[in-house]
């Protein structure tokens, strides 16, 4: 059964930092692009990160930028969302994707994704 499942969600404070991981299952991420996307309460789902499938470059969100980060690890056929220095306004459910392509931009096309988690809640609060 292909399925990607998502942990590490939870309630943190401003300033805090938390480790979203997803595991894929029944497939190889090898040769798939891989993204973290969010949702926030009435507001679209976004590209938050992602690694391209074509050259491995990382992209991020301008939201974001120097406080999370992404990575992949291969062997254990898992990526991960690092994120530091978390604000209020990140909080949203936080959903991990993989697409065998083609895409045009990995952080944008979400509709090309093949495969999604079934999201983890991230919640920033004081």
């Known amino acids: 059964q292909v399925q990607l499942v998502e942990s590490g969600g939870g309630l943190v404070q401003p300033g805090e930092s938390l480790r979203l991981s997803c595991a894929a299952s029944g497939f190889t991420l090898d040769y798939y692009a891989i993204g973290w996307f969010r949702q926030a309460p009435g507001k679209e789902r976004e590209g938050v990160a992602c690694i391209s499938s074509s050259d491995g470059r990382t992209y991020y969100a301008d939201s974001v930028k120097g406080r999370i980060t992404i990575y992949r690890d291969n062997a254990k056929n898992t990526f991960t969302l690092q994120m530091n220095s978390l604000k209020p306004e990140d909080t949203a459910v936080y959903y991990c994707?993989?697409?065998?392509?083609?895409?045009?931009?990995?952080?944008?096309?979400?509709?090309?994704?093949?495969?999604w988690g079934q999201g983890t809640q991230v919640t920033v609060s004081s």
């Open positions: 994707a993989a697409t065998i392509g083609p895409y045009y931009s990995c952080l944008d096309s979400l509709y090309e994704y093949d495969y």
